[in-house]
């Protein structure tokens, strides 16, 4: 019975403190439902919308580079500040396995038959070719200046080069 004198005396003091009780708060900040879900960690931005091939994604701090392929690989950019979306190198043949460091793009090119390693810097529009020789080299990975990249050799074994 002492328990339940208790409780019905807590209900009472509820129910008459209550309103007394009660605090209003302000919001911190008044935000609209699509500015919440546009700060939702891991939402996405779709880059690509077309029906081809798109693979081999890399980035660095404001550039997203990938491959478009419709028949040949394509080397293309993304700028995340600016917005600009273009094609690195528009030329015949296949352009695979971008790497990027500092606005610069690196990816084996094999426009001239054997596949070399190539670069272009964004800022400047400038496309170099990094390494060219009779061997096939592939998949170059850049950071800062340093560019490594497998290099098959006449016997078709793969080593690992470098320049700077």
């Known amino acids: ?74 080397v293309w950019y993304y700028d995340s500040q600016s917005g600009e979306r273009d094609m690195v190198a528009n030329v015949p043949g296949d352009q695979n396995n971008p790497d990027i460091s500092g606005g610069k793009i690196v990816w084996d090119d094999n426009r001239n038959g054997c596949s070399d390693i190539y670069s272009y810097d964004i800022s400047s529009g400038k496309e170099e070719i990094v390494y060219s020789s009779s061997s096939n080299k592939f998949r170059p990975a850049i950071s800062n200046d340093l560019v490594a990249f497998e290099d098959y050799g006449t016997d078709d074994i793969r080593d690992i080069g470098y320049k700077k």
Do not use: C, H
């Open 1 to 74: 019975m002492k328990i339940l004198t208790g409780f019905l005396a807590v209900i009472m003091l509820i129910l008459l403190a209550g309103p007394a009780l009660a605090v209003e708060f302000e919001p911190l900040a008044n935000f609209s439902i699509e500015e919440v879900i546009a700060q939702v960690p891991g939402s996405e931005e779709q880059l690509t919308f077309d029906s081809v091939y798109d693979w081999q994604p890399r980035v660095d701090e404001r550039y997203v580079t990938w491959v478009i392929y419709n028949g040949e690989g394509k």
